[in-house]
């Protein structure tokens, strides 16, 4: 679905006008094309201490590994990503990045230094620059100051992320105690907010678990040698998840309903996968999931949680259907597949879970009390299903879309559906392959250290966290 609007402000005259007038200018966001670079200028690394240091050598260090002779087989070695980096604002410069590395902050003045530097950048960021927070979470056993100071990074980038213009992002990275900023999951997860993959991901703050995990060998095939299967694959979110996780290397397995049987063919040829037509609620689901994926395929790495369904209406008219049929679809049948996939002994290999949550889970939304107990569902299920699967070096993780451009959302009357695009920082809808490349990033083996998450890809909408 096109957002009008947003191409009127953005060419010619209604250009102008849009700015005389004051109204909302969405910016135009890039997204992820293979080959494109990380950034398309400078980065600004701020802070001190050996933290910084760390994050300043991996942006600025050559990629390609050790220095040749080197056998024509071995990996690559990702020792760095060749960017420009400076350790103190310069002027004049249109940075494309600026990273406040935070960890050592014990008191709140402690940030000063750090802010009003990357502050003196801001007015002049390049279009879709971006900007990484790296801290510590507060915790109960800090001392007050520190808390403090850790609990500020939160608020503070938060904030910045409503100020920011011109597709600009805001995001943050908090990493568990003793999770150095070398885990595959910061540097994986840092990559991934730098990036254009994170376009819609704006003013969220990742907590990072543990150091577990694996950088691959090719940013641009990190599921390779994977099988995902992704349900609800024949169209909008699911078929653009097929998309990238293919695009990522996966080989995909495509789920819908047999009633979307030729729309989920052309998407299993499109990715050049195969198509399982089942309905997700089947008491055996799971089974026939694990059959196709071992048959066809013989491993299974990655599940994707995407088939979903609205049946709206306020609490007073509900009706036992409306309410019963949203839970089977949208969360009861992902326990069931999980507790199958979990008692098979064949999801065993670093496994990854990723399910579609929502903001209306999270923040609730009036109409959707039968879905966001749904997608609700989904943000606890994830967090209780995770530990589960860490014995064998496995994460289940949920992504919650705010508004993604969809026949989901076309349904929206038209007036209620201008308001709902503009309700967030980036001030437009998402788009479908936008809420794909954050289940990617948390599909992938560097993900390992994410555990029991829900990263929200709303563009900061103004409802909830
Ligand atoms: P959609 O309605 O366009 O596609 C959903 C797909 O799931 C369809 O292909 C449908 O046939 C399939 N499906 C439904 N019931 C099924 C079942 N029992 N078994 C197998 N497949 C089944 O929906 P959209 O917009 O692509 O949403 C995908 C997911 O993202 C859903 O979980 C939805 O709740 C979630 N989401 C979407 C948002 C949006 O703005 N579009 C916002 C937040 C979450």
């Keep these: 679905m096109t957002d009008t609007y947003l191409e009127l402000v953005n060419s010619g005259f209604t250009k102008k006008l849009a700015k005389q007038l004051g109204l909302p200018r969405p910016a135009r966001l890039r997204r992820h094309q293979p080959g494109q670079p990380l950034l398309d200028g400078p980065a600004l690394v701020l802070g001190t201490g050996p933290d910084a240091d760390a994050v300043a050598t991996l942006l600025s260090s050559p990629a390609g590994g050790p220095a040749d002779p080197r056998p024509d087989d071995a990996p690559v070695v990702l020792d760095g990503w060749d960017l420009e980096v400076h350790r103190h604002p310069a002027p004049d410069v249109r940075y494309a990045a600026v990273v406040l590395v935070l960890t050592g902050v014990e008191h709140p003045d402690d940030l000063t230094q750090p802010v009003l530097a990357a502050a003196s950048t801001l007015k002049s960021l390049r279009s879709g620059a971006r900007v990484v927070t790296i801290s510590r979470p507060a915790l109960e056993t800090d001392a007050p100051a520190v808390a403090a100071a850790r609990q500020g990074v939160?608020?503070?980038?938060?904030?910045?992320a409503k100020e920011l213009r011109g597709g600009a992002t805001g995001n943050g990275l908090a990493l568990a105690a003793d999770v150095p900023v070398s885990a595959p999951s910061v540097v994986a997860g840092l990559r991934f907010f730098l990036s254009t993959r994170s376009a819609f991901v704006?003013?969220?703050?990742?907590?990072?678990?543990?150091?577990?995990?694996?950088?691959?060998?090719?940013?641009?095939?990190?599921?390779?040698?994977?099988?995902?299967?992704?349900?609800?694959?024949?169209?909008?979110?699911?078929?653009?998840?097929?998309?990238?996780?293919?695009?990522?290397?996966?080989?995909?397995?495509?789920?819908?309903?047999?009633?979307a049987g030729e729309q989920l063919a052309a998407v299993a040829n499109r990715v050049k996968g195969t198509a399982l037509q089942l309905d997700v609620t089947a008491d055996d689901a799971g089974e026939r999931i694990l059959e196709h994926a071992r048959t066809r395929h013989g491993r299974l790495d990655v599940v994707v949680h995407n088939a979903g369904i609205t049946?709206?209406?306020?609490?007073?008219?509900?009706?036992?259907?409306?309410?019963?049929?949203v839970l089977a679809v949208n969360i009861a049948a992902q326990l069931r597949i999980n507790e199958a996939l979990l008692t098979s002994g064949d999801f065993v290999d670093a496994p990854r879970i990723v399910a579609l949550a929502s903001t209306s889970g999270i923040a609730g939304n009036r109409g959707q009390t039968n879905y966001a107990a749904s997608k609700g569902g989904?943000?606890?299920?994830?967090?209780?299903?995770?530990?589960?699967?860490?014995?064998?070096?496995?994460?289940?993780?949920?992504?919650?879309?705010?508004?993604?451009?969809?026949?989901?959302?076309?349904?929206?009357?038209?007036?209620?559906?201008?308001?709902?695009?503009?309700?967030?920082?980036?001030?437009?809808?998402?788009?479908?392959?936008?809420?794909?490349?954050?289940?990617?990033?948390?599909?992938?083996?560097?993900?390992?250290?994410?555990?029991?998450?829900?990263?929200?890809?709303?563009?900061q909408n103004m409802v909830g966290r």
């Design 311 to 325: 049946r709206d209406k306020l609490l007073a008219n509900m009706s036992d259907d409306k309410w019963s049929s």
């Design 378 to 459: 989904v943000v606890g299920m994830v967090r209780a299903t995770a530990p589960l699967l860490t014995p064998f070096g496995g994460t289940a993780n949920a992504v919650a879309p705010g508004f993604i451009e969809t026949d989901m959302t076309a349904r929206i009357p038209a007036v209620t559906r201008q308001v709902a695009r503009r309700l967030n920082s980036l001030q437009q809808g998402g788009l479908p392959v936008d809420v794909a490349e954050t289940i990617a990033f948390l599909a992938s083996p560097a993900a390992g250290g994410i555990v029991g998450r829900t990263l929200r890809v709303c563009g």
């Design 154 to 160: 939160d608020g503070f980038l938060r904030s910045l």
């Design 202 to 259: 704006d003013g969220q703050l990742l907590e990072v678990d543990s150091d577990a995990g694996e950088l691959p060998t090719d940013w641009e095939k990190p599921l390779a040698g994977k099988v995902a299967v992704v349900t609800g694959a024949a169209r909008g979110i699911g078929a653009a998840i097929a998309e990238v996780l293919a695009r990522d290397g996966a080989t995909v397995v495509a789920v819908d309903v047999p009633a």
